[in-house]
């Protein structure tokens, strides 16, 4: 459709204008009265909830929960002497061992490269 034809099928120019004119008349001189202060607030909450679903249908994250970005890991105890950069390195050794570092912080929220004896960590491993 193009900018003429007003969101309507008319052809014609003006008699777009007319007909755009006519329904706006006829909505802005029907006074409307609320029966039910709960209905109509019901009316704009179901409105609101369908308008805030069709937009994060449209503009939101799709991605399915099943498709995160998380690699599958394993579970390891950390021994007396361990740290991060010789994990990093025995399960890692592919990688740039800073970036695998900070893959590890991620996956185990960690703040710091500090690892202490018994504790339990995950280490993403390869298919």
């Not at 008349?25 to 069709?54: D, E, G, P, Q």
């Not at 002497?81 to 800073?98: C, K, N, S």
């Amino acid at each position: 459709m193009t900018a003429n034809t007003c969101s309507c099928i008319i052809a014609n120019k003006n008699r777009c204008f007319l007909f755009c004119f006519y329904v706006w008349r006829i909505a802005m001189n029907t006074s409307y009265r609320i029966k039910s202060r709960f209905r109509f607030a019901a009316f704009i909450f179901l409105c609101i909830m369908i308008a805030v679903t069709i937009f994060n249908t449209l503009f939101g994250d799709v991605r399915a929960s099943g498709m995160s970005d998380v690699p599958k890991t394993v579970e390891i105890s950390i021994d007396s002497g361990d740290t991060l950069w010789g994990v990093a390195e025995t399960f890692m050794p592919e990688m740039d061992r800073r970036k695998a570092v900070n893959i590890i912080k991620e996956i185990n929220d960690l703040q710091s490269s500090v690892i202490k004896p018994g504790e339990t960590i995950k280490v993403p491993i390869n298919n």
